[in-house]
Nanobody, 123 residues
Framework: QVQLVESGGGLVQAGGSLRLSCAASGRSFSSHSMGWFRQAPGKEREFVATRWINDNTYYADSVKGRFTISRDNAKNTVYLQMNSLKPEDTAVYYC?????????????????WGQGTQVTVSS
């Protein structure tokens, strides 16, 4: 049974940093795509970042230059380093894993989801 478990969310002041982790179990995703999405209250779940084979990455314009997605294949874990946080980054952040490879930016392209972790940025 595949499980994705996020951690690292919390409350931070604007301009601060947080590092989210997503530990996968049940199978390896080292050859597939893993990504991060977020969902603010009353809004659709939106793409944040994805990383796939050969360390290719792709980011939403809203986080480019501030967020970095990385992975540790030995630990089957993906990370999201978030710097220069803004109040508009406040959301529940979800980790996702896809069995396909490539730039996966839509929710329907991913096969597995974590339960989410809350990130709140105060002004």
């Amino acid at each position: 049974q595949v499980q994705l478990v996020e951690s690292g969310g919390g409350l931070v002041q604007a301009g601060g940093s947080l590092r989210l982790s997503c530990a996968a179990s049940g199978r390896s995703f080292s050859s597939h795509s893993m990504g991060w999405f977020r969902q603010a209250p009353g809004k659709e779940r939106e793409f944040v970042a994805t990383r796939w084979i050969n360390d290719n990455t792709y980011y939403a314009d809203s986080v480019k230059g501030r967020f970095t997605i990385s992975r540790d294949n030995a630990k089957n874990t993906v990370y999201l380093q978030m710097n220069s946080l803004k109040p508009e980054d406040t959301a529940v952040y979800y980790c996702a894993a896809g069995l396909r490879v490539g730039v996966l930016i839509f929710t329907h392209e991913y096969d597995y989801w974590g339960q989410g972790t809350q990130v709140t940025v105060s002004s």
